[in-house]
């Protein structure tokens, strides 16, 4: 007769606790409304209140209608302030947070984008610093110059928050989103998350042939950190590295401008592109 054990399982012994609890009232990535409906979420996650911010592209401050007046030390400033994004007038690291939202799109000319937030209107002949780059190029010089006077005002850690839409250029998808983060990576930034916009009502265009690619009616906000040196590495080469390859454009064009100053880069065709995906209107921020 096989005798029967008696196993005995003890409790394992462990200090650790669990806390938190279930919930699904949580910040998501992706939101349909407008830019007044999302930013609060953004700076509930990334920026406590009390902290010094400067929003550099402030506008009409659409971006705070829903924030607690006081919740935050804002420094509001635009270009019809006389502020140029690109020389802030505030002390090297001086900075919690800075705001940033330029107009993300060129004219492509006639009537088609005229209520459009438009790189031309607002940035040619009126900036401080004048660029010699047209079309997607500009736009992008536009945002690479201003996040690098951000990073001269920002404190190490200080947040970074970024407002951009993709386009077509000359028939080529410019993914402005990767565009940025690639660029931003290189100054000395980390990505810390990003926020996808669809806006509320359907996008259309004056006239129409064919489509070929797919009406853009959505947006981002990006969120960076300023690395410190002390905690700064050089990324390994990942498979999201291959993002970069996809413009075929240099490994920093913004260095690269810099080690060539005089080379300018040439569009032989104009942009077309829808604005926000928050449904603005104009300079409306």
Not at 127 to 153: C, N, P, W
Not at 190 to 202: S, Y
Not at 257 to 279: D, F, L, M, N, Y
Request: charged share 25%; aromatic share 8%; glycine share 8%.
């Amino acid at each position: 007769m096989i005798s029967q054990r008696t196993v005995v399982v003890r409790p394992k012994k462990t200090d650790r606790v669990a806390r938190g609890i279930a919930t699904n009232q949580l910040v998501f990535s992706a939101y349909q409304g407008t830019n007044d409906d999302i930013f609060p979420h953004v700076l509930a996650l990334h920026v406590p209140e009390g902290s010094i911010v400067a929003d550099i592209t402030y506008g009409k401050g659409v971006f705070w209608k829903n924030i607690r007046p006081g919740a935050y030390d804002v420094r509001p400033t635009d270009l019809a302030t006389g502020v140029d994004c690109r020389k802030l007038p505030y002390g090297d690291g001086m900075l919690d947070c800075v705001i940033f939202d330029p107009p993300y799109m060129h004219t492509p000319g006639g009537t088609a984008h005229q209520n459009h937030q438009n790189y031309e209107q607002y940035y040619n002949n009126n900036g401080i610093v004048h660029s010699t780059k047209k079309y997607h190029e500009a736009v992008l010089d536009l945002y690479f110059g201003g996040s690098k006077e951000a990073f001269r005002v920002l404190k190490p850690g200080g947040v970074l928050i970024v407002k951009c839409q993709d386009e077509v250029c000359a028939n080529r998808q410019r993914l402005t989103h990767v565009e940025i983060i690639n660029e931003l990576s290189e100054m000395g930034f980390e990505v810390d998350d990003l926020f996808v916009v669809l806006r509320n009502n359907r996008p259309g265009v004056s006239r129409i042939l064919r489509q070929a690619h797919a009406r853009k009616n959505h947006s981002y906000f990006l969120v960076f950190r300023k690395i410190t040196p002390a905690n700064y590495r050089i990324p390994r080469k990942t498979g999201q590295m291959a993002l970069r390859l996809a413009e075929g454009k240099p490994h920093s064009i913004y260095r690269s401008s810099r080690e060539h100053p005089g080379s300018r880069s040439v569009s032989i065709a104009q942009c077309a592109s829808g604005k926000s995906a928050t449904g603005r209107a104009g300079k409306s921020r």
